[in-house]
């Protein structure tokens, strides 16, 4: 007990807790404390009882994609009939709708179609910006930086720059999964590397790019790898530039299995379950002292779990999520229509506050 007692001043103090008592927090600690000094440090940050969500639109680019994840139900090779590229028309209808609902933002984000360059994706933004100058992108990730900067021969920082000049206001985590190359080359071999992914972060910080950090955990990986996956996150964090955004917020969210190669061809299905999510929300807030906000994913743990977790460190529930195609694809069918989504806030007892990608009020 003296142990945790030692780990928790330390991490109410808000200095770094190391891999090590990171591990020994998540396999000894109680759920109760471990809540209780979560929470107590989420008042530091985000002091009071305002919890954030936001309303988007999840518009997928294309679903043509090389990379063939084996936790992904969502790609197809090119020549499937099932193989699309979203159309300008397409993006008008469903921006339109965006806006009928009172969102201004498009989370954009597809498969890495080798037949799109840095060309296609410049054109695209221009055209959006130009038809609907208040929307805000919120797009691609560090896996689409690193494919572009390899098929276009530029560094991360002039594909980065030159998607910002298009339009790009800030960057999602995704294809984070873990920061691992043990587990990424069983689950994602194709796919960016766990230096390649943070490379990109570190590049879009120094530019002052927004972004978020994410995992997608319960699948192959180890406790040690979740902890090492959150202390590389506050590591790149630290080295931001100072007064430059970097990582706004943290959002982990458990492994789909439904319908997927991991789950079919391999037999590994998926290790969520509430208090073992509550206890990762818990970890993660002590863990990253130096990114204020820790989102619920509501979307793939549904509203019990969600509500819980306002409870143990997290302050935002994240997007009414219009559209979605990627996780549901997976088996998640929690849906959440603004309405719902502020009442389940308001039953766990916080004030909802509608934000921006920038975790400002709007």
């Known amino acids: 007990m003296k142990i945790l007692s030692r780990i928790y001043e330390k991490a109410l103090s808000l200095q770094s807790v190391d891999a090590e008592e990171g591990e020994y927090l998540y396999n000894n600690a109680s759920l109760a404390e471990l809540m209780l000094v979560a929470d107590r440090i989420r008042q530091i940050h985000i002091p009071g009882r305002n919890v954030g969500w936001i309303i988007d639109r999840n518009v997928n680019i294309t679903n043509i994609c090389f990379s063939q994840c ?18 300008t028309d397409q993006y008008i209808r469903k921006i339109e709708e965006l806006y009928l609902l009172g969102g201004d933002q498009l989370l954009l984000q597809g498969g890495m179609n080798p037949e799109l360059g840095l060309d296609f994706y410049v054109t695209l933004f221009k055209t959006l910006k130009g038809l609907f100058p208040s929307l805000k992108l919120h797009a691609l990730g560090p896996p689409e930086i ?15 720059v030159s998607l910002i000049s298009a339009g790009l206001d ?23 590397n766990s230096e390649e992914w943070s490379a990109v ?6 530019l002052n790019l927004p972004t978020s950090a994410t995992m997608m955990y319960g699948h192959i990986e180890t406790v040690k790898e979740r902890i090492d996956h959150l202390i590389r996150i506050r590591d790149i964090q630290s080295a931001r530039p100072a007064g430059h955004y970097g990582f706004i917020t943290f959002i982990p969210w458990p492994f789909q299995d439904k319908g997927t190669l991991l789950r079919k061809k ?17 970890v993660s807030r002590i863990i990253l002292n130096n990114i204020p906000n820790i989102q619920s994913s509501v979307l793939t743990v549904g509203k ?8 143990a460190g997290a302050n935002d529930v994240g997007s ?23 009442a389940l806030i308001r039953e766990a007892g916080f004030i909802p506050v509608r934000r921006n990608q920038k975790y400002e009020p709007v």
């Open 266 to 282: 391999h037999n590994i299905k998926s290790t969520f379950n509430g208090p073992d999510y509550i206890r990762l929300i818990s």
């Open 304 to 311: 019990d779990i969600g509500m819980l977790s306002l409870h």
């Open 146 to 160: 690193s494919f572009l900067a390899k098929k276009e021969n530029k560094s991360y920082h002039d594909i980065l």
């Open 320 to 342: 009414v999520m219009i559209e979605e195609n990627v996780v549901s694809a997976a088996g998640s069918r929690n849906r959440f229509d603004s309405g719902e989504l502020q």
């Open 70 to 87: 084996s936790f992904c139900n969502f790609c197809r090779k090119k020549g499937s009939p099932e193989a699309y590229i979203t159309s």
């Open 201 to 206: 972060m570190r590049t879009a910080h120094k």
């Open 170 to 192: 800030s960057l999602p985590g995704a294809g984070a999964e873990i920061l691992s190359d043990r587990v990424r080359q069983k689950i994602s071999p194709a796919k960016a």
